[in-house]
């Protein structure tokens, strides 16, 4: 059975980093892209991260840019979100999430395309989420 466990979630102030892990079995990690998505209260759940499998190209929402890095150890079947500079506003319940491909593509259709794209039925798999608070 495919499994992605998420953690490193917590609660940091302002201005601090904290670091998030998927860890992944039941599929060959290299055959697939793996992105990080998250859902705050009361919102629509939004792509946060992607790594592609093909060439390792990442890709990034505009409100993180700069500031996440995710990667990705292929020999842990292993993706890392690190996240520095955390605001209030990237308070949210955090998942990972395998892409149909080896490349992004539902995680940059949903970017670029909102109205056309839908997360939750576009990727193949979810994990249960790891709470990220940042307070003010």
């Known amino acids: 059975d495919v499994q992605l466990q998420a953690s490193g979630g917590g609660l940091v102030q302002a201005g601090g980093s904290l670091r998030l892990s998927c860890a992944a079995s039941g599929f060959t990690f290299d055959d697939y892209a793996i992105g990080w998505f998250r859902q705050a209260p009361g919102k629509g759940r939004e792509g946060v991260a992607c790594v592609s499998s093909s060439d390792g190209s990442t890709y990034y929402a505009d409100s993180v840019e700069g500031r996440f890095t995710i990667s990705s150890d292929n020999a842990e079947n292993t993706v890392y979100l690190q996240m520095i500079s955390l605001k209030p506003e990237d308070t949210a319940v955090y998942y990972c999430?395998?892409?149909?491909?080896?490349?992004?593509?539902?995680?940059?259709?949903?970017?670029?395309?909102?109205?056309?794209?839908?997360?939750?039925?576009?990727?193949?798999?979810w994990g249960k989420g790891t709470q990220v608070t940042v307070s003010s």
């Open positions: 999430a395998v892409e149909p491909s080896k490349r992004c593509e539902v995680f940059v259709g949903a970017r670029d395309l909102p109205s056309v794209v839908d997360i939750y039925y576009g990727m193949d798999y």
